[in-house]
């Protein structure tokens, strides 16, 4: 029976509780598989077929059905969160009519609220939104960000959406922070560099008029510009280290420039080590390009 119990297991996706068990099979033999190491015991009442995280939180889902994932390990679900950062505990969230969990692999907090809550990957997550404002406090400074960032980018959640969900969770750590980013991401900065170039560079007066992420058909394609001066018709792009360096991206980069001059927009661009090093330069080199593009279109004929 032992083959049989792995099989209807390996069907379930690896994972079920001993009440399932035992309506289909006898307590000895459930129990056999454990002692032999052929099935593990995640939880209480609770065993897999192997023992990674990604199996402990279906095995956690399965211990208390009327929880969800949450905070970090909601965000790894959504894959917008380095996996290396959600480790310790399962964190879920549950009602708080709901009885809080003794179990030390789990963290499950209450809420007096209902949790917002989908299934994603076959499992019960928070909403993006909500798993992002819930993450933050629970993330080093350097990595808080990144979450919210990657999500827009990817054009799965918006800033406004974010400010809602921050609205709606009330009090919490990292509010005044996290406003602020959502705020600025909200305008258009969609990157680490933007949101570093939006705080220390383009804070300018005259560079305020920007702007962010303004969307452009260039043929059978959208592009979006980082950051855009209508009446000068200018675009400034912020390149990243890395993928900017590369021969293929530097090529793609020539190529839109062009169809963009073709429309009568000039571009400038400025490296991820010149912003953060040379700060006054990338300023007054940006105002000096919108006064010539100023004078530029003032001649041009009617």
């Known amino acids: 029976m032992r083959r049989e119990l792995l099989a209807w297991a390996t069907r379930r996706g690896g994972v079920f509780t001993r009440a399932e068990a035992l309506t289909q099979f006898a307590a000895h033999i ?5 002692q032999d190491g052929a099935i593990r015991r995640l939880l209480p009442s609770t065993y897999a077929l192997a023992d990674d995280r990604g199996t402990l939180r279906r095995g956690a889902l399965a211990h208390r059905p009327d929880a969800a994932l ?10 917008v969160l380095d996996d290396q950062l959600a480790d310790g505990p399962i964190r879920m969230v549950t009602d708080a009519r709901h009885r809080e969990s003794t179990v030390p692999q789990l963290r499950i907090s209450r809420r007096t609220t209902p949790p917002s809550v989908v299934v994603r990957a076959g499992m ?7 798993s992002i404002v819930d993450s933050w406090p629970l993330l080093p400074a350097i990595n808080r960000r990144a979450p919210a960032l990657v999500a827009v980018r990817d054009r799965r959640t918006t800033g406004g959406r974010l400010l809602d969900a921050l609205a709606a969770r009330g009090r919490v750590t990292g509010a005044a922070e996290m406003r602020r980013t959502f705020g600025l991401i909200t305008a258009g900065c969609h990157s680490p560099l933007e949101l570093w170039g939006h705080e220390k560079v383009f804070i300018h007066g005259e560079l305020r008029r920007a702007t962010c992420q ?11 510009l980082d950051r855009y001066y209508a009446d000068e018709m200018l675009a400034v792009e912020l390149d990243g280290a890395a993928y900017h360096g590369a021969p293929q991206q530097r090529e793609r980069d020539i190529r839109r420039d062009a169809a963009l001059a073709a429309l009568g927009i000039q571009t400038i661009r400025f ?7 040379d700060p ?5 080199e940006t105002l000096n390009v919108l006064a010539v593009r100023r004078r530029q279109l003032s001649r041009r004929p009617a």
């Not at 303004?214 to 592009?223: A, T």
């Not at 490296?271 to 090093?277: G, I, K, N, V």
Request: charge should be neutral.
């Open 214 to 224: 303004v969307r452009v058909r260039l043929g059978n394609r959208v592009v979006y």
């Open 124 to 130: 019960r997550v928070t909403r993006l939104e909500e």
């Open 30 to 34: 459930v129990d056999d598989a454990v």
């Open 271 to 277: 490296s991820h080590p010149r912003l953060f090093h």
């Open 280 to 284: 006054d330069g990338v300023r007054a």
């Open 70 to 79: 949450a905070a970090l390990d909601a965000l790894d679900v959504w894959a």
